[in-house]
């Protein structure tokens, strides 16, 4: 089996506009004469590779904390493909793929509003894309709604360089942050039949 990272790193990752930036704080350190290191960290819920939950773009969606953990976990179809995908791109990609989609787009693939309601209706149950969001900038809420509308998990910010199209198992399971609309996530594609 074959393992593949595509989190990125949480403290160097470029964050979305407006965003604030992850700080650290040393609390003990053991360079400074302590006996143990411990640090504070404080940073947006969209940081790095993370998960969007319905309650990001709907009030009444659920948050992460509540989220079925078996949307994180299972078959995932990986596609290259750019530019933003109308309602008719997805109805003759969808056929071909498994419960969980990523888009591979070095970040310049993202769904329309026609895309993501094809989307809803189709049973898949997450969507994720190397780009900082599912939705391009001129219509972000639209996407996003019509996603968490389905209860579709949305993952964001991944890192996909050397990840080749094809089947793999996703597990992509977020902090559980009871009550919040996102979390951070340790994102990995496993390749079966791969490796040692």
Same mark, same amino acid.
């Given at each position: 089996?074959?393992? @593949?990272?595509?989190?990125?790193?949480?403290?160097?990752? %470029? $964050?979305?506009?407006?965003?604030?930036? %992850?700080?650290?704080?040393?609390?003990?350190?053991?360079?400074?004469?302590?006996?143990?290191?411990?640090?504070?960290?404080?940073?947006?819920?969209?940081?790095?590779?993370? $998960?969007?939950?319905?309650?990001?773009?709907?009030?009444?969606?659920?948050?992460?904390?509540?989220?079925?953990?078996?949307?994180?976990?299972?078959?995932?179809?990986?596609?290259?493909? #750019?530019?933003?995908?109308?309602?008719?791109?997805? #109805?003759?990609?969808?056929?071909?793929?498994?419960? *969980?989609?990523?888009?591979?787009?070095?970040?310049?693939?993202?769904?329309?509003?026609?895309?993501?309601?094809?989307?809803?209706?189709?049973?898949?149950?997450?969507?994720?894309?190397?780009?900082?969001?599912?939705? %391009?900038?001129?219509?972000?809420?639209?996407?996003?709604?019509?996603?968490?509308?389905?209860?579709?998990?949305?993952?964001?910010?991944?890192?996909?360089?050397? $990840? *080749?199209?094809?089947? @793999?198992?996703?597990?992509?399971?977020?902090?559980?942050?009871?009550?919040? #609309?996102?979390?951070?996530?340790?994102? $990995?594609?496993?390749?079966?039949?791969?490796?040692?």
């Amino acid at each position: 089996m074959l393992l @593949y990272d595509i989190s990125r790193e949480v403290l160097t990752s %470029p $964050v979305y506009e407006d965003d604030p930036k %992850p700080s650290v704080s040393f609390l003990r350190s053991i360079g400074e004469g302590d006996r143990y290191n411990l640090s504070t960290l404080s940073l947006c819920t969209h940081t790095g590779t993370h $998960v969007d939950a319905p309650l990001h773009f709907d009030e009444d969606g659920a948050d992460i904390g509540s989220m079925k953990i078996t949307q994180f976990y299972g078959k995932c179809t990986v596609v290259t493909i #750019e530019g933003i995908l109308t309602g008719e791109d997805m #109805e003759r990609l969808l056929p071909h793929c498994s419960r *969980r989609l990523i888009l591979h787009s070095s970040g310049k693939a993202f769904l329309s509003v026609h895309a993501a309601r094809v989307i809803a209706d189709s049973g898949l149950v997450l969507v994720g894309t190397d780009a900082m969001s599912i939705a %391009p900038a001129f219509n972000e809420f639209e996407t996003h709604y019509a996603l968490a509308r389905a209860n579709i998990a949305v993952l964001e910010n991944l890192y996909l360089e050397g $990840v *080749r199209d094809g089947t @793999y198992t996703l597990c992509a399971f977020p902090l559980k942050l009871g009550g919040l #609309e996102a979390a951070p996530c340790r994102a $990995v594609l496993l390749e079966e039949g791969k490796g040692i």
